[in-house]
């Protein structure tokens, strides 16, 4: 129960990986706001998930690329919890779609670097004014962001790389009044995202070529987020922490 008494902010916190970081933050004790865009059927799920842990979590319908829905989570989160926010995990995005150059338009550009940039950029900047020393924010990049990504992912890559710098200069300018910035880079997770866009045979050969010869798991993802916003990690800011097997290095 590391994380007991405190609130916690989960955005895509529905499914996938932000189940299991949702899950987890409740299992250490946080109270847990569970943002979801479209799932809503899962953000139920997820939200049944933690009563059967013993946590507490709301579900909160938010498009994290809109301020008028940005500005609602907060109102949202502020009357059930109150005025305080101790973690915060910037988990929404996603890949969408593989394209060349060749395919990607102006409409495709702007929905993946809104929901993985713009989004992350904007509910940090509403949710940091109820945040004080000792508070710690969490943001999802990726392996991609560090290698480059797949064929088809520039858009998804460029974002999270976008995500990754930004972490260590908001590191420097949070730092001073004690709030912690770091990032998780997943590398091969078995989750819907890949279900989705990568092919059986190229999973299997990037497990192959892994070090621990197998993908990574959601929990596995939660746990390294709940120890970078729990006070074990009271010294680390401003990384970007590869979790991928092995596969790469930092």
Not at 37 to 48: G, I, P, R, V
Not at 171 to 178: D, H, I, L, V
Not at 206 to 227: F, M, N, S, W
Request: glycine content about 10%.
């Amino acid at each position: 129960m590391k994380l007991k008494g405190k609130v916690a902010v989960v955005t895509g916190g529905a499914r996938d990986i932000g189940r299991a970081i949702s899950i987890k933050l409740a299992k250490e004790g946080a109270k847990v706001v569970v943002n979801y865009f479209s799932s809503e059927a899962d953000s139920k799920a997820t939200l049944a998930a933690i009563k059967e842990v013993g946590g507490e979590a709301i579900a909160v319908r938010a498009d994290v690329t809109k301020q008028s829905d940005i500005d609602n989570l907060v109102a949202k989160t502020k009357d059930a919890f109150g005025e305080r926010v101790d973690i915060l995990v910037n988990n929404a995005g996603g890949l969408f779609a593989r394209k060349t150059i060749e395919e990607i338009d102006e409409a495709f550009y702007e929905m993946v670097m809104d929901v993985n940039f713009k989004g992350t950029v904007f509910v940090t900047k509403a949710f940091k004014p109820l945040m004080s020393k000792g508070g710690a924010i969490v943001n999802l990049a990726s392996q991609a962001g560090r290698d480059g990504g797949g064929q088809g992912s520039a858009m998804y890559a460029a974002s999270k790389g976008a995500i990754m710098t930004l972490t260590r200069n908001w590191a420097k300018e949070f730092g001073p009044q004690g709030i912690r910035i770091n990032a998780v880079n997943p590398g091969l997770i078995a989750t819907k995202f890949h279900d989705d866009f990568t092919k059986d045979q190229v999973r299997q050969n990037v497990a192959a070529a892994t070090p621990l010869r197998r993908e990574g798991k959601a929990e596995e993802v939660a746990d390294l987020v709940a120890y970078l916003a729990s006070d074990e990690s009271s010294f680390l800011t401003g990384n970007n922490v590869d979790i991928n097997g092995g596969l790469a290095f930092s």
